[in-house]
């Protein structure tokens, strides 16, 4: 066999297969791993100067411990994480309990795989140590052009900026120009990406939702002078759910991390990124609920808050390009792809999701030239469930955030009435079908089943 069909097939073909992932977020990196392991030459790049994370804590339901799982890197996962007795539903006003789903350890018994909930940075630098330490090339302060790339050629271009980088990826370093040789770009640079706004034709429009979102943080030892043991011992995720507005609640390592959703009416203007608080504004927009969430608001600390923004028109027909005679390939993913509310805790698991099956797909490919055919059932098996996912979650947020009204008071009457849950339960997450589904998902085993039905339907 000679070097230029090792390059295109058999078993050696990914080593000659170079993949730049944008964006070093979590997503990102899960993806490196995976690719890296299967075999793929792999570098990242990424805006930011630096690792660093602004946020504070994250969900990781069953479905995305399982991609942590096949990273190998669970274990180190779980010792930076608290796994949660329960969720509970509390009314706004009095925190009267309206309803609980058991979550340790039912279940990591029922998926065999647990529920928890970690600090992002912690997560982050996990995944980071893990990809490095594998050999993936990450180089921050990069600004990847996609609207010059070469496609005819494989070439994309970056920015650096002046203060450079430790890293450099088939670039120099001392320029503030770098090109990179690239069979396949996988844009996993979040809900503003550059790479979907150049996949769409449209530049980013980032729109309102209404909606804002405000991260407190207390220590432990205030918590506890402070007669709010019961919201930490034991440990769970408590979620107040209130006219026009929600409070979410759970015990990290050393910190609780509180976060308070509401209007952002008095907003008067879009931003991107954290912005300071007005702790006496917040206080009047809660100021008739929980005597807790009041406490909770007047002595914490680490007070940010971010627009939940949406793309505006900045709709996108497919998530690949990959056009007949281009070496150059693209495709999306995690927010990139398939941003959508914070409302269950599923944007990161979903995230994973994606990272998993497209990890996998890549992973069994046999030649160059099944890439875009894999990347096509990505597509086709990750688009459905995620748009399922996310309607799921708009409807949350707007039950769970319902005015005082009948139905509201309907809302919190099936709450309580109903035990065991039945399907259309108020929290989606109890309900028995939509649980089920949506925790049990097995990235490579439904990539394996999906490209065993491409290629059955796909057979001459």
Known sequence: MTSDQAATSGSNFRAHYRVLIVGAGLVGLLLAIDLKRAGYQIAVVDKDTELKEIGAGIILPPNACRALQQAGVLAKVQSCA??????????????????QLELDPYVRERYDMPFL?????DLRRILFE???????????DTMVEMHRADFKNGLVYGNLSDSGCGNSVHGDESAKRTTFAADLVVAADGQQSETRAFLSGR???????GKMVNRIL????????????????????????????????????????????CSSENEQSVFLGPRPVDEE????????????IRSLVENGHGYLKWLLLENGHNEIGSWVHAAEGDKLILALTGDAAHAIGPYIGSGA???????????????????????????????SLRRPRTELVGGVTRKMGAEWMMYDSPQQAKRDETFLRENPP????????????????????????????????YCREHEA
């Open 82 to 99: 608290v796994a949660p007795k329960k969720w509970i539903s509390h009314s706004y006003q009095n925190g009267t309990i309206l309803g």
């Open 117 to 121: 909930v970690i600090h992002r940075s």
């Open 130 to 140: 893990e990809a490095t330490a594998r050999g993936v090339i990450v180089q921050f």
């Open 203 to 209: 530049p980013n429009s980032p729109a309102p939702t």
């Open 218 to 261: 207390m220590d432990i030892g205030r918590m506890r002078e402070l007669g709010l043991e019961d919201l930490i011992d034991p440990p769970s995720i408590h979620v107040w759910l209130g006219p026009g507005s929600l409070a979410v609640g759970y015990l990290l390592k050393n910190v609780f991390n509180f976060v308070l959703t």
């Open 281 to 292: 504004e917040l206080l009047a927009v809660f100021k008739d609920w929980d005597p807790r």
């Open 349 to 379: 698991a979903l995230g994973f999701e994606s990272a998993m099956v497209l990890g996998q797909l890549l992973e069994q490919a046999r030649s160059k030239s099944e890439i875009p055919k894999r990347l096509k059932v990505y597509e």
């Open 422 to 453: 039945l399907q259309g339960y108020p929290n989606a997450l109890q309900d028995p079908f939509f649980q089920t589904w949506l925790y049990s998902f097995d990235g490579r085993k439904e990539a394996d089943d999906a490209w065993r039905i």
